[in-house]
Nanobody, 125 residues
Framework: QVQLVESGGGLVQAGGSLTLSCAAS????????MGWYRQAPGKQRDMVAT???????NYADSVKGRFTISRDSTKNIVFLQMNSLQGDDTAVYYC???????????????????WGQGTQVTVSA
């Protein structure tokens, strides 16, 4: 099992900045990709930004140029630097990890997706 611990959410004024972080821990897994998704009240959960194990990044159009995703591969931590925050950025932000698991003998045990518990980001006018 992989555990995800998120931090960094909160209340910020429009135009301000926040940095989210998500640390993945567990045993017998390797991370293929990490990312952030968000869900506003009454809306579906949408991708915000992702980063692969090779460092390739992908962003939702609405956050390009304002958000930056990065990763500390040695510690399995993913960050989301959010600048120029707007009211539409208000949502619960969820960390997402796609990982390959191995069993205790080191054999391939499947591909899994894990979600963090979510952290609230509120942008006030």
């Amino acid at each position: 099992q992989v555990q995800l611990v998120e931090s960094g959410g909160g209340l910020v004024q429009a135009g301000g900045s926040l940095t989210l972080s998500c640390a993945a821990s567990g045993s017998m897994f390797s991370i293929n990709a990490m990312g952030w998704y968000r869900q506003a009240p009454g809306k579906q959960r949408d991708m915000v930004a992702t980063i692969t194990s090779g460092g390739r990044t992908n962003y939702a159009d609405s956050v390009k140029g304002r958000f930056t995703i990065s990763r500390d591969s040695t510690k399995n931590i993913v960050f989301l630097q959010m600048n120029s925050l707007q009211g539409d950025d208000t949502a619960v932000y969820y960390c997402n990890v796609k990982a390959t698991k191995t069993d205790y003998q080191g054999y391939y045990a499947g591909e899994f997706i894990y979600w963090g518990q979510g952290t609230q980001v509120t942008v006030s006018a």
